[in-house]
């Protein structure tokens, strides 16, 4: 079946590193794949998605790049923020069927000052 | 605000009640999900509906029991709590056709 594996966390960085959160993935077919982000106390947001391979999603400053031939996903970041701190998802769903999620485990990042 | 949204926020129930969770979503969304967030962060999905048809149904006790009483609503109903389902329970929502599914803020339950 589909599998998410994700850098085991806690990671911590002071402000202004340089961030990777490393992510592979098993799955059939040609899966989509996904950062959620979780900040304290919320919801899951969309931070950046990629659906084919050498796709590469962006936003906030972070960057993710689909790569089939090392079935991998790593965000990345070159400046992370205090605001920044955060519980970070990698996932994937395939593009057929009724399009569950599965996540990896999550890796919390907390950044200092 | 469109949004995905859920009812109540925090849920703290005693062993062996009963209790629901409501999600609405006024994004004109087909396809709905449930998903259990453990004490450990792991999120793994219970239910989907798509067109207030079940479409997924992942080996989650019978105690469980979803309703979607329209496309926009996807209720979560659980019987007999134990102290294993206190957990955060998140609806999500996802156009037909596309890939991105779209979270609610959550429900914290706590079964004492």
């Known amino acids: 079946g589909n599998s998410v594996t994700q850098m085991e966390g806690p990671v911590t960085l002071s402000e202004e590193a340089f961030l990777t959160i490393n992510c592979t993935y098993t799955?059939?077919?040609?899966?989509?794949l996904f950062w959620y982000v979780q900040y304290p106390g919320e919801g899951l947001q969309l931070l950046l998605k990629?659906?084919?391979?050498?796709d590469k999603g962006s936003n906030k400053g972070f960057e993710a790049t689909y790569r089939k031939e090392t079935t991998s996903f790593h965000l990345e970041k070159g400046s992370v923020q205090v605001s920044d701190s955060a519980v970070y998802f990698c996932a994937l769903t395939n593009s057929q069927g009724a399009q569950k999620l599965v996540f990896g485990q999550g890796t919390r990042l907390t950044i200092n000052p | 605000d469109t949004a995905v949204s859920q009812t109540p926020k925090y849920l703290v129930t005693q062993m062996g009640n009963d209790k629901s969770i409501k999600c609405e979503q006024n994004?004109?969304?087909?396809?709905m999900y449930w998903y259990k967030q453990d004490s450990k962060k792991f999120l793994k999905i219970m239910f989907s509906?798509?067109?207030?048809?079940?479409?997924i149904n992942e080996t989650v006790p019978n105690r469980f029991s979803p309703k979607s009483p329209d496309k926009a609503h996807l209720n979560l109903h659980i019987n007999s709590l134990e102290l294993g389902d206190s957990a955060v329970y998140f609806c999500?929502?996802?156009?037909?056709?596309?890939?991105?599914?779209?979270f609610g803020p959550g429900t914290r339950l706590t079964v004492l």
């Open positions: 999500a929502s996802r156009q037909q056709g596309a890939d991105t599914q779209y």
């Open positions: 509906y798509n067109n207030k048809e079940l479409i």
């Open positions: 990629a659906t084919k391979a050498d």
């Open positions: 799955a059939t077919g040609y899966p989509s």
């Open positions: 994004l004109g969304h087909d396809t």
